[in-house]
């Protein structure tokens, strides 16, 4: 089985590690034709484990003990993230210059009982769908950022992301046809 690894802490706010070492950090679990996609932490592995837990836990520790901190990992197949592309969430949004479509993959399922699309109190993040395992995301761009919208979605989904990692749409797109070229 081939799993996409979406890795959270990686190459952000001090946490720096090259790609190169954290392919190593995958092959010594056992994990065979280890690759990366750019420096944001996003690595592809095969392996015959089928515990999806299990293994994310395995990596998680394997992770903290050798770089000295967490990293979150979120492991998703590629039939997974084709199913996500598929849904086409963002077909009704009118995509500017000023926005960005996001996916925030989470550990835990979120509550799926929103009206959407759900708009923050600010009006610079709106939630536009919501799968067991991801949330989908209109980040408006503030002073050319994109809008953190980490305390609206801990209200939301009660603490749920903050154990999640956010990836731009294209990009999540553009990391499974990575991950299919075997």
């Avoid at 190459?11 to 954290?22: E, F, H, S």
């Avoid at 592809?44 to 484990?49: A, S």
């Avoid at 799926?112 to 708009?119: E, F, I, R, Y």
Wanted: glycine share 8%; proline share 5%.
């Amino acid at each position: 089985m081939t799993y996409i690894a979406f890795l959270r802490a990686i190459n952000v706010a001090g946490r720096t590690v090259t790609m190169a070492r954290l392919r190593e950090l995958f092959v010594d679990l056992g994990l065979a034709n280890v690759r990366s996609y750019i420096q944001s932490g996003n690595i592809f592995f095969e392996t015959d484990e089928t515990d999806r837990e299990a293994l994310t836990l395995t990596i998680e520790r394997h992770l903290r003990q050798a770089l000295g901190y967490e990293v979150g990992v979120f492991l998703r197949t590629i039939p997974e993230v084709e199913h996500l592309l598929a849904l086409d969430p963002f077909g009704g949004v009118e995509v500017t210059p000023d926005l960005r479509l996001c996916v925030v993959f989470v550990a835990t399922a979120p509550r799926q009982d929103l009206a959407l699309p759900l708009t923050s109190p600010r009006g610079d993040a709106t939630i536009v769908g919501v799968t067991p395992g991801e949330i989908l995301l209109v980040l408006h761009l503030i002073n050319g950022r994109p809008a953190d919208a980490t305390k609206f979605l801990a209200t939301v989904f009660a603490g749920t992301p903050s154990k999640g990692t956010m990836r731009f749409w294209g990009t999540t797109a553009k990391i499974l046809a990575a991950a299919r070229r075997a």
